[in-house]
């Protein structure tokens, strides 16, 4: 019985072989550049299997077989062809412009952070006179083309001394407040963590502000942070709100035990560890406050109102599950 040979079948050179092996087998091949691989490999192998056979094999429609086994004879690539559409908008200067900046300490352009994101790149551009306004999401397209993350950090990247690295010249203090109106922070430093610290914080930059936005309600979210002083605080505000003669009024309210992450300022606490302390490298304390409060400062510039993404209906969906004594399935019974 004489086999059918594909229209279609192909003759591979030892090399391109391997080469299509490799493609096949490495992880980090694209998958639409692996599947075409295997389909040229399995061709070259089994000639005789017809292209109706080598779809079925591959999970693919015969008219895609038939196109990639053209393609490969015509140009011997598992690439697509170029697209017909617009011509490009920015220039390869533009974009190796960026890819360099991307690969360059944002401290040396005078930005407070210690990485790149692509946000901050694209603001960047935009105060640039010499570059063409570019959207975080073109960006991020060129720099993931690129290989280029200057958003992730590891420890390897950022080899120090070994004197330096173990020599602690101690810690500073942040007191930090956020505007949930507006989303702007206020912050303060101090050398020690005590109640008092945290009173003169609320005194000279809350109160402060507060006062000079005219604003009348101070309503202050706490967790049960020992600075915040339980006992003092509610009479230190108590104090302030006679002494202001009803044109102030400060309102505490707590957060339960153990539940400090309901508090927003928990969230821009993160941005701030994130973008600016990891890595933590800095000569003196002196340097470590001037580099938070240029943070804040460049943080404020663009400041939102912070957005739950957790709604009230799926905490009270929480809360009613754990207070009726089990967990409830997707199926509704009770665990």
């Known amino acids: 019985m004489h086999s059918h040979h594909s229209q279609h079948s192909l003759q591979l ?18 998958q639409a550049i692996a599947r075409r691989a295997q389909l040229i490999e399995l061709s070259h192998i089994h000639p005789d299997w017809s292209t109706k056979q080598i779809a079925r094999i591959l999970n693919r429609h ?10 490969w004879n015509e140009t011997h690539s598992l690439k697509d062809a170029p697209r017909s559409g617009a ?8 974009r190796a412009q960026v890819t360099a900046l991307a690969c360059s300490l944002p401290r040396s352009h005078g930005i407070p952070l210690s990485r790149w994101s692509r946000v901050e790149l694209a603001r960047h551009t935009a105060q640039t006179p010499s570059m063409p306004t570019l959207s975080a999401s073109t960006i991020g397209r060129w720099l993931t083309a690129e290989r280029v993350r200057p958003w992730r950090y590891h420890s390897w990247q950022h ?6 690295f173990l020599h602690r010249r101690g810690a500073v203090n942040l007191m930090a407040a ?11 430093c101090s050398m020690r963590k005590r109640f008092v610290d945290f009173r003169t914080f609320l005194e000279t930059i809350v109160v402060a502000e507060a006062k000079q936005r005219g604003i ?13 002083a339980s006992k003092q605080l509610p009479q230190w505000a108590k104090e302030l709100n006679a002494r202001s003669d009803g044109k102030l009024t400060m309102q505490l309210y707590w957060l339960p035990t153990n539940a400090s992450w309901l508090d927003q300022i928990e969230i821009w606490f993160s941005l701030l560890q994130r973008d600016l302390l990891q890595p933590n490298h800095f ?7 001037q580099a938070i409060l240029a943070f804040i400062a460049h943080y404020n510039q663009t400041a ?15 809360l009613a599950t754990r207070l009726s004594g089990g967990a409830k399935p997707k199926d509704g019974r009770v665990a």
């Open 62 to 71: 015969e008219s895609w077989v038939r196109k990639w086994r053209r393609r």
């Open 178 to 188: 956020l505007s949930v109106a507006d989303g702007l922070v206020y912050g303060q």
């Open 283 to 289: 000569t003196s304390l002196d340097e470590l406050e």
């Open 13 to 30: 050179a030892s090399e391109e072989l391997h080469q299509l092996k490799l493609l096949v087998q490495a992880h980090r091949t694209p």
């Open 159 to 164: 080899i120090q001394k070994p004197e330096e």
């Open 216 to 228: 009348q309600t101070i309503a202050l979210i706490l967790d049960n942070g020992t600075t915040h």
């Open 87 to 94: 011509p490009r908008r920015f220039s390869s200067e533009v």
């Open 304 to 318: 939102k109102p912070l957005k739950w993404s957790y709604t009230v209906e799926q905490l009270e969906h929480k």
